[in-house]
């Protein structure tokens, strides 16, 4: 069984700074793929990011960028300049296959941005 | 807008209540799923429509009761429902059923059984 894990229940940072949250992942496969979904307080998931793993550049998108470390199963997310509508949960997701039911969902962590 | 719309937004219901959620997507999608968020849990998969039938069931209690009259609608039948099935309940669509389709998600139900 494929496992996903955020350490970090909650992270905090000052607005225009940088943040890291961290993400770490277990499958057997091979070939597989990551994503980044944010939940604001609306509740509507949202994609923020998603990385291949046959890829060895790091995706972006604008301010959000991912470090992708495959030999460690490591997967995090750095949002520069942070905006206080990045304020949200964000969830890290693996999938490996097998279907929908192949997509499996990290538990969140939960961003505060101090103005 | 992700241009999935669910109603309730919230519901509080008792254990031998019957209650439906609703899910309605505008966006020409093939495939709708209902997940279950659970405080301090990950995200369940509860069930899959593409192109109105069911592929998939994650060995869901028969007290939820899909249904997907079309492609645009999907509805969550509730009966007899136990304390611990107190979640939000989120709907999804993608063009099609594929999990690296980009999912869009509804805003959810926030279901309290009392």
């Known amino acids: 069984a494929q496992t996903v894990t955020q350490s970090q229940p909650e992270m905090s940072v000052q607005e225009a700074e940088t943040v890291t949250l961290s993400c770490t992942y277990d499958t057997s496969e091979s070939d597989y793929y990551l994503f980044w979904y944010k939940q604001p307080p609306s509740r509507q998931m949202i994609l923020v990011i998603r990385q291949e793993a046959y890829k060895q550049q790091n995706a972006t998108e604008n301010r959000f960028s991912v470090n992708f470390q495959k030999a460690a199963k490591s997967f995090s997310l750095k949002i520069s300049d942070s905006q206080l509508g990045d304020a949200a949960m964000y969830f890290c997701?693996?999938?490996?296959?097998?279907?929908?039911?192949?997509?499996?969902f990290g538990k969140g962590t939960h961003l505060i941005i101090q103005p | 807008e992700t241009g999935v719309t669910q109603t309730p937004r919230h519901l509080v219901m008792g254990m031998t209540n019957k209650k439906s959620l609703k899910c309605e997507q505008h966006l020409g999608h093939n495939a709708m799923y209902w997940y279950k968020q659970s405080a301090k849990k990950p995200l369940e998969l509860m069930f899959v429509?593409?192109?109105?039938?069911?592929?998939e069931n994650n060995s869901v209690p028969s007290r939820f009761s899909p249904e997907c009259p079309n492609s645009s609608h999907l509805f969550l039948h509730l009966h007899t429902l136990q304390p611990e099935d107190s979640a939000l309940y989120l709907c999804?669509?993608?063009?099609?059923?594929?999990?690296?389709?980009?999912?869009?998600f509804g805003s959810g139900t926030q279901l309290s059984v009392l």
């Open positions: 997701a693996l999938y490996s296959g097998g279907g929908a039911d192949g997509l499996t």
């Open positions: 429509y593409s192109l109105e039938e069911r592929v």
């Open positions: 999804a669509s993608s063009q099609d059923w594929d999990p690296l389709e980009k999912l869009f």
